[in-house]
Every structure is written in C-alpha cells, then in structure tokens.
C-alpha cells in the first residue's frame, strides 16, 4: 500500500533578490510545462518520458533557463499530469446532456 504525505511550508528569503530569483525560477518551470503540454498535445498524446525528453531537453534548457534537474522534472511532472487525466477519463467517462426529454447522455474521451 502505498501511503502520501503532504507537507505544507513556507519558505523565508533572507532578501529581495534572492525572493526575486526565486519567483523567476517558478514562472519559468510554469512556462516550461506550458510548452511541454503543448508539445504533448501536438504530437497525439506520446507520453513516452524518454522519447520526450530527447526531443524537447536542450529547448528547455536554453529557452527557459531550467537547471538539468528542472528540466527533467518538468518534463515528468507533465507527463504524470497527462496520464492521471486519461486514468480519470477511463474510470469516468466525461459526459454532457443532450437536452432532449429522453435525458440521455452522450459520452466523448
């Protein structure tokens, strides 16, 4: 069994700069995953961590000025997000209704 624990914290900068920097840090990952989502998207929903990280590793690191640790990292985090959406998707399927009096519901993935 597996057991999660969430740890809330706050993080105390001894200056404005180092606040700044690290504000910076977390706007460029949020960019990041943005591109990576759209890679995804782009490219009918490979989530092969792998295939990805070779196509899309130096662009992250160039680009967005991600350490090597967060640029893989984002990479995963993207992925994970990808397919707890398709396990969600799979155990309940979205759906919308019809609007007719029969009140049946069309389903779409």
């Known amino acids: 069994m597996l057991l999660s624990l969430t740890?809330?914290?706050k993080l105390k900068l001894d200056n404005a700069t180092d606040a700044a920097k690290f504000q910076e840090t977390g706007e460029q990952y949020h960019l990041a995953c943005n591109h990576v989502s759209e890679y995804i998207f782009n490219n009918d929903f490979e989530?092969?961590?792998n295939?990805?990280?070779?196509?899309?590793?130096?662009?992250?690191?160039?680009r967005f000025g991600l350490k090597s640790q967060l640029a893989i990292s984002v990479i995963k985090t993207t992925v994970a997000r990808y397919k707890t959406v398709q396990t969600q998707l799979r155990r309940k399927p979205m759906a919308y209704a019809t609007g007719k009096k029969d009140k049946k519901v069309k389903k779409f993935i």
């Open 47 to 49: 989530l092969n961590t």
């Open 7 to 9: 740890v809330k914290a």
């Open 51 to 62: 295939k990805i990280q070779t196509k899309l590793y130096p662009d992250l690191r160039q």
